[in-house]
């Protein structure tokens, strides 16, 4: 195992403030854990969500079940998937509003989640699992993501202005206590013990700290540098994701972090929240799509004139340019502006695609374009950030 210190000083990962993000298009895999030695594999992986769109935050309901947050027709529901029948169905239903990071409540069958509603409001609420109905758990307190350390007592990332703090709620006395401000997103159990693990970004780093929620006793565990995402093993070793790599630490026996499993499946990407069952048997990881798959999504959406899906896979920020650097269009507005126009008079739009090479991040498309009956060819490069086309140069 290769030691990657280096690496991780160089990491630096988007961190977001709750589930008020822009929605990325992202895949939700399963994979079964083999231990070797003194590390794990991974086999038999999955696409388990297999939906277009937002999937993310996934939690193991039992080590048969998967509880992920999945786009649906234009919100984000709970979804459940069963293993053992490979099939996914839907607890949610929410109109008005979008269910993020769900959660088993102990010593129950229903579900935590946070609901963020159109008009801004983003609480925590419970939900039967027999019926989907809802329940405040915490008024009030603007909720990021959560961990159950009881059924009474809750440990929370609650936004308040540009950052995340770390707040413990009693639901029986309902009090709630700040043990930190600027905290992540990534709340654990530690395993064989009475503490749980935040990450503290008080230094401008990440830090894992261990916390105990009843005495507020921290400890420092080991600083992840740029990366956000963790989970535990039962046998004490910490998972961490960055890009197409998963890592590992055991505070018992390592010094540093251990490079353990490189991705080599090109629908892999940008790995981002990573969860296990509770026999550490499974694993379940949220990725990124090829960024080949969605300039595709962009071409089929070009050909179609459907503006809004193809304005959809660009960010905020997208920016054009005719070779090699003169300017042409910024921001999806002028996007949107332009390509309104040109799309509705343009009848016989079609992009032929003639050569493609997908290099990292970078989609190299050679296109022979029909448009108004001429016909021309040209070349587009594509780079893709954070699962949106963020430039494309031209060559005509």
Same mark, same amino acid.
């Given at each position: ?92 239903? %929410? ?34 699992? %027999? ?123 390592? %010094? ?24 550490? %048997? ?115």
């Amino acid at each position: 195992m290769r030691n990657i210190k280096t690496f991780l000083n160089i990491v630096t990962l988007f961190m977001c403030l709750g589930p008020v993000i822009a929605q990325t298009d992202t895949e939700v895999h399963l994979f079964d854990i083999v231990y070797q030695d003194d590390t794990f594999g991974l086999t038999n992986g999955l696409n388990i969500s297999n939906n277009a769109g937002y999937d993310n935050q996934p939690s193991f309901y039992n080590d048969n079940r998967v509880l992920f947050s999945s786009n649906r027709d234009g919100q984000t529901d709970i979804a459940f998937y069963n293993v053992r029948d490979n099939e996914l169905e839907y607890l949610t239903n %929410t109109k008005g509003g979008s269910e993020y990071s769900p959660l088993k409540i102990p010593d129950s069958k229903d579900v935590s989640a946070i609901r963020l509603d159109k008009d801004g409001t983003q609480l925590l609420y419970s939900y039967k699992i %027999t019926s989907g109905k809802s329940k405040v758990l915490l008024p009030g307190q603007k909720v990021g993501y959560h961990l159950w350390y009881r059924p009474d007592i809750l440990v929370t990332t609650v936004l308040v202005d540009d950052r995340m703090d770390l707040v413990v709620s009693n639901l029986k006395d309902n009090t709630n206590y700040t043990f930190q401000k600027n905290v992540g997103r990534s709340l654990h159990k530690i395993p064989n013990s009475n503490l749980v693990s935040y990450v503290s970004k008080e230094t401008g780093s990440n830090l894992i700290k261990s916390l105990n929620p009843i005495s507020g006793a921290t400890n420092p565990i080991i600083d992840m540098g740029g990366i956000e995402d963790y989970c535990w093993l039962l046998n004490g070793t910490i998972i961490a994701a960055s890009g197409k790599n998963l890592i590992q630490y055991n505070p018992k026996t390592d %010094t540093n972090w251990n490079l353990v499993k490189t991705f080599s499946d090109k629908n892999i990407n940008n790995i981002s929240r990573v969860a296990v069952n509770n026999l550490s %048997t499974k694993l379940a990881l949220v990725a990124e799509v090829s960024p080949e798959i969605i300039v595709q999504k962009q071409l089929d959406a070009y050909n179609a004139r459907d503006l809004e899906t193809f304005l959809n896979t660009y960010s905020k920020t997208i920016k054009l340019f005719n070779y090699p650097t003169e300017l042409q269009s910024e921001g999806k507005e002028q996007l949107r502006s332009g390509y309104a126009e040109f799309f509705e008079n343009t009848p016989d739009l079609h992009c032929e695609i003639k050569n493609r090479i997908v290099i990292g991040n970078k989609v190299i498309d050679e296109e022979y374009i029909t448009a108004n009956g001429q016909n021309f060819g040209a070349v587009a490069i594509y780079e893709v950030e954070n699962g949106k086309i963020a430039k494309v140069t031209f060559i005509r």
